[in-house]
C-alpha cells in the first residue's frame, strides 16, 4: 500500500492506494496554528483497521514552503560568495552577497586561497541560524567553499549550505541563488517535517517516508532536509503527477492546480509535463532546481481581496476561509460563487460579504473574478513567451519552433471548478476537469518514483573526475571515455539508492558536455560533463473517483 498526503494552505488531503486503486481517500481543512492536527485528522480518515502496517511508502507534498515564499513570510539570510574576477553579479541573487576573497579557475584550480586578513569583519560577526556560501567554479574544486563554511560554523551559524553541494551545473548564479532559497526555507521546511515524523509515529505507520521534489520524484524525509530548495515545488510537483496518473491530456494541454492560496501552472504536450529546460525560478530569481515548466502565483480560493478605484486586487495574501463556509470576511471563492462559477456552502453568507464591498454584489463579484482571471493570463502569457524563448535543441524544432499553443485547459485543486471554468472563458478553451480532482495532489504524491540526480566532470589532462554531490575526487581509471563517465555515475546513483533504501529503477542522462582541451597548438585531453538520475514521474496509472468536502 501506498500513501500520498498533501498538505494544502486550505485543505489537508489523503490516499491510499492498492493494487493499482484508491483504497481510500479523505480531505480535512489546514489548521495553520496546528498542521500536525491536519495531518492527523486525515490520516484517520484512510487509515482502516490494518492499513497503518500494511503501508509500504509514505510521500509527502506540500504547498506550505511554497506559499511562504509567494506571501514573503521568510526572513533573508546571510549569503556569502566567492565571485573571482570577471565577473559582475549586481542584482543577480536575493539579496546583496558578502564578498569573500579565493578564486577557483574553469578547470578546477585554485589559483587564489581565501585571505582571511580581507575578512575579520567577518570572522569577529556573530552569526546565527542558517546561511548560505557559494563559490564560481566551486562545483570542480569545493575546497574554498569547504573553508569558508568551517568559518561561518565559528562565527555561530549551525547549518551552512554551500552552492556546490545542491548542484554540479556549472551556472554560478543558478547553484548560488538554490542555496540562499535551500537556507531561505530551511527552518519552515524542518519545522513540518518534524510534524509529520511526529504524525506517522503517533499512528504507529513505520514505512519509510518521503518528500515529493519538484522534477516529480522523491527523497527519502532526512535526504531532502539536506536539500530543502527541492521542498519549493514539491505541491505543483504533485499536481502534475496527480494529472498524469488521473487523465494525462492527448492534446497541447495548460494545467491549473488552484489552492487556497496559489494558483500552480503547467504545461503539457504529447501527453507529457514539459520540463523548464535550465531550471526553475523562484521569486523571479533563476536556479539549478530540475523542475517542470511551471509557475506558482498567489491567486487561490482564500485570496485575499483588496478594492482598489475601480477594480480590485486579489491576494497574494491568504485571507482565510470563504465566507459561504463561516469565514468572516469575502475572499474568491465568494465572488465565484456569487457570480455563479461555483456553488457550495451558504451562498446568503457569500452575498452579504461581496455587499459589504460596496456596489452591487453580481456586478463587483464580476470585477473581483476578472481582476483573478486577468492575473492568471497574465501569467500563462509570460510562460508562453518565456518558453518560446528557448533555446533550440533539436532538427525538430528548427523546423517547427519553440512555440507552444495550447488546446485545453486542466484543473485540478479544491479550487479548480470556478476558477478554471473564469480562465478557460476568458482564453477561449475547453476546460477538463478530470474524476478525482480534489484530491490529485495526494494521489500525484502517492504514486511518485523515488529518484535521484548527480553530476560527473573528467578532465583526462590532470586525470581527475568529480562528482561533486559526493564531495570526492578520484583519479581516472585506464581507458576513460564518455560510456566509462556513464556507468561511474550510474553506478554511485546505484549505491546511493541502495544506501538511501530506494527501489532500483532507469537510470537517465539528463545532460552530457565534451570538450577537447588543447595546449601549443596540440590536443591534450579531454573534458567531460555529465549529469544523469533516477527517472522520475509516476508508478503507474489510476481511476480517480469524486471526494466530499
Given amino acids: 500500500m501506498l500513501l500520498g498526503i498533501d498538505v494544502g494552505g486550505t485543505f489537508t488531503d489523503a490516499v491510499v492506494v492498492a493494487d493499482k486503486q484508491i483504497l481510500t481517500q479523505a480531505k480535512v481543512p489546514t489548521n495553520h496554528g496546528d498542521v500536525l492536527q491536519s495531518i492527523l485528522a486525515a490520516l484517520d480518515k484512510v487509515l482502516l483497521d490494518g492499513v497503518a502496517q500494511s503501508v509500504q511508502r509514505v510521500v509527502i507534498s506540500s504547498t506550505i514552503v511554497t506559499n511562504a515564499l509567494t506571501e514573503n513570510k521568510i526572513e533573508p539570510v546571510f549569503l556569502a560568495v566567492m565571485t573571482g574576477p570577471g565577473m559582475n553579479v549586481k542584482g543577480k541573487f536575493p539579496v546583496k552577497p558578502y564578498f569573500v576573497s579565493g578564486y577557483v579557475d574553469h578547470r578546477g584550480k585554485i589559483t587564489a586561497q581565501i585571505d582571511w586578513t580581507k575578512h575579520r569583519d567577518l570572522l569577529a560577526a556573530k552569526g546565527n541560524g542558517v546561511c548560505a556560501a557559494s ?11 569547504y573553508l569558508l563554511e568551517h568559518e561561518l560554523r565559528k562565527c555561530g551559524y549551525t547549518k551552512v549550505f554551500l552552492g556546490s553541494e545542491l548542484s554540479g551545473e556549472l551556472n554560478f548564479v543558478r547553484r548560488t541563488n538554490s542555496a540562499y532559497f535551500a537556507a531561505a526555507v530551511y527552518k519552515v521546511f524542518d519545522k513540518f517535517c518534524q510534524k509529520v515524523k511526529l504524525a506517522m509515529a503517533n499512528r504507529c505507520i513505520t514505512a519509510p517516508i518521503h518528500i515529493l521534489k ?45 489552492g487556497g492560496t496559489t494558483t500552480d501552472i503547467a504545461f503539457w504536450e504529447k501527453g507529457l509535463p514539459l520540463m523548464a529546460k535550465r531550471g526553475a525560478s523562484i521569486n523571479g530569481y533563476p536556479t539549478a532546481v530540475r523542475a517542470f515548466h511551471m509557475r506558482s502565483i498567489g491567486i487561490g480560493g482564500d485570496s485575499r481581496i483588496t478594492k482598489l478605484a475601480d477594480s480590485y486586487q486579489v491576494g497574494p495574501e491568504r485571507e482565510g476561509a470563504a465566507a459561504a463556509i463561516g469565514g468572516s470576511v469575502a475572499t474568491l471563492s465568494d465572488a465565484l460563487i456569487v457570480a455563479g462559477y461555483v456553488c457550495f456552502g451558504d451562498e446568503r453568507k457569500a452575498w452579504q460579504a461581496i455587499a459589504q464591498l460596496g456596489g452591487e454584489p453580481a456586478v463587483e463579484a464580476r470585477k473581483i473574478v476578472a481582476s483573478a482571471v486577468a492575473q492568471i493570463t ?51 478553451l475547453p476546460v477538463e476537469i478530470p474524476q478525482g480532482a480534489m484530491v490529485a495532489n495526494a494521489i500525484g504524491a502517492a504514486l511518485a518514483r523515488p529518484t535521484l540526480s548527480a553530476g560527473l566532470r573528467a578532465d583526462t589532462t590532470d586525470g581527475y573526475y568529480i562528482i561533486p554531490e559526493s564531495g570526492k575526487r578520484e583519479r581516472l581509471p585506464s581507458g576513460f571515455s564518455q560510456r566509462v563517465a556513464e556507468k561511474l555515475l550510474a553506478d554511485w546513483l546505484r549505491k546511493q539508492a541502495v544506501d538511501w533504501q530506494l527501489p532500483d529503477q532507469e537510470v537517465e542522462l539528463i545532460s552530457c558536455e565534451h570538450f577537447r582541451t588543447i595546449h601549443s597548438y596540440y590536443d591534450t585531453g579531454d573534458i567531460f560533463n555529465l549529469r544523469m538520475q533516477l527517472k522520475p514521474g509516476i508508478l503507474h496509472k489510476i481511476s480517480g473517483r469524486e471526494v466530499e468536502l
Avoid: C, H
Avoid at 135 to 145: D, I, S
Avoid at 387 to 416: C, H, M, N
Fill in 135 to 145: 563559490g564560481k567554479f566551486a562545483v570542480r574544486q569545493p575546497q574554498n567553499e
Fill in 378 to 428: 497574465a501569467t500563462i502569457k509570460e510562460m508562453l513567451a518565456e518558453w518560446a524563448k528557448q533555446p533550440v535543441y533539436t532538427v525538430d524544432d528548427v523546423i517547427r519552433g519553440t512555440e507552444f499553443e495550447p488546446d485545453q485547459l486542466i484543473g485540478v485543486g479544491g479550487g479548480s471548478l470556478g476558477l478554471v471554468r473564469a480562465v478557460g472563458e476568458a482564453m477561449n
Fill in 214 to 258: 519538484a522534477d516529480g520524484g522523491t527523497l527519502p524525509l532526512d535526504v531532502a532536509l539536506e536539500q530543502p530548495v527541492e521542498a519549493v515545488f514539491t505541491g505543483p510537483a504533485a499536481s502534475v503527477l496527480g494529472i498524469e496518473a488521473l487523465a494525462a491530456p492527448k492534446v497541447n494541454s495548460i494545467s491549473l492546480d488552484v
